[in-house]
């Protein structure tokens, strides 16, 4: 039986869930006692659905970037499609946090992505492609338990 977009993934809600009933304020805890500069990647609709996490980043003062309006495979999306959900999604993440995101990361691109991301002028920059070797990335793996 082939896997169809509109079947859940219920081990996949439950992470969902508990990460935000859970495992944010636990990160958040341990990143504050630490005062450890953070950047978010957030879908938009989660900031939504959480707003008590939002302020708690907000004023933590966290850097809120955004992963798109929904954690959907983008690869077959008509760019018009995925053009219009990009702006979507920048609109309510303002609403939202009170300011535009200055990151990027679909995480799940399309080929058009990096060309539609590129093309604005309200980001300062895309965590979608790895070509850039100008950056350094520092990988903290934190176990809170």
Not at 36 to 55: D, H, K, S, W, Y
Not at 84 to 99: E, P, V
Request: net charge positive; glycine share 4%; aromatic share 10%.
């Amino acid at each position: 039986m082939l896997f169809r977009s509109k079947d859940r993934h219920l081990s996949m809600e439950s992470m969902y869930e508990y990460g935000s009933r859970v495992g944010f304020w636990r990160l958040h805890r341990l990143f504050e006692r630490l005062q450890v500069p953070i950047t978010v990647f957030g879908v938009t609709m989660a900031l939504q659905r959480n707003p008590e996490a939002v302020a708690a980043m907000k004023e933590a003062n966290w850097e809120i970037a955004s992963h798109g309006m929904r954690w959907i495979h983008y690869q077959n999306m008509p760019e018009a499609q995925e053009r219009k959900m990009i702006d979507a999604s920048m609109q309510l993440h303002q609403a939202i946090t009170g300011s535009k995101p200055v990151g990027w990361y679909t995480g799940r691109t399309s080929p058009n992505t990096l060309k539609l991301i590129s093309e604005r002028d309200d980001l300062l920059y895309c965590a979608d492609s790895y070509v850039m070797t100008c950056h350094t990335t520092i990988l903290i793996i934190l176990n809170p338990y």
